[in-house]
């Protein structure tokens, strides 16, 4: 599978042609500033503007909107339709592996990868074109604070970054390039 390291602006690029092209990429980045990704209207614009968070849409209409912070990152796994639940299903046993060799409690409850209840990695999927595009978030940095000033829609699962059990974005970087280069 290609792997693409990517800035977040050029991730919905590539994602939209791999799937144009039915092209399968594991593709990445850390984020460098706090955005909302959106899509809809789900958060509160003139907070977002005062807090000076940059806004960036959400690739292939995933719905919902999603603070991240500095340092999080972003993951997409663009593969054939069929193969979408196994890379799901392959993706969160990578990551729970490294979480539990360190000691973390982590687990899947289905949809996020929760620790002691706090969500610290969100995952979804979509279809499109004979595609599957699997959308992770794996929170490092969460600023709670501004989540519940711009986030309008109550929160299911409260977020916790990984920051908060001593991982790092570079852990997490070497681990993503490990899973890549493995499949």
């Known amino acids: 599978m290609k792997i693409i390291v990517v800035d977040r602006y050029s ?28 899509n809809g209207n789900s958060y509160d614009e003139e907070k977002r503007k005062e807090l000076g968070v940059a806004i960036l849409p959400l690739p292939l209409n995933m719905g919902g909107s999603l603070v991240i912070s500095e340092g999080d990152i972003e993951v997409g796994i663009l ?48 279809l499109r074109n004979g595609m599957a595009y699997v ?5 490092v940095n969460v600023d709670l604070e501004l ?16 920051s908060e059990w001593g991982v790092t974005t570079e852990e997490l970087v070497e681990v993503l390039r490990e899973y890549g280069n493995s499949r």
């Open 11 to 38: 991730c919905d690029f590539m994602l939209k042609n791999g799937m144009n092209k039915q092209e399968s990429c594991f593709i990445y980045g850390v984020v460098d500033k706090n955005y909302v990704l959106v």
């Open 135 to 139: 959308a992770v978030h794996i929170a």
């Open 79 to 126: 593969v054939p339709e069929g193969a979408g639940n196994y890379y799901v299903s392959d993706f969160v046993e990578y990551l729970l592996k490294f979480l539990h060799d360190k000691d973390i409690p982590a687990i899947y409850d289905g949809n996020d990868i929760l620790i002691r209840g706090y969500k610290v990695c969100g995952i979804a999927q979509m």
């Open 147 to 162: 989540i519940r000033q711009i986030c309008t829609k109550p929160m299911n699962k409260e977020p916790k970054g990984l």
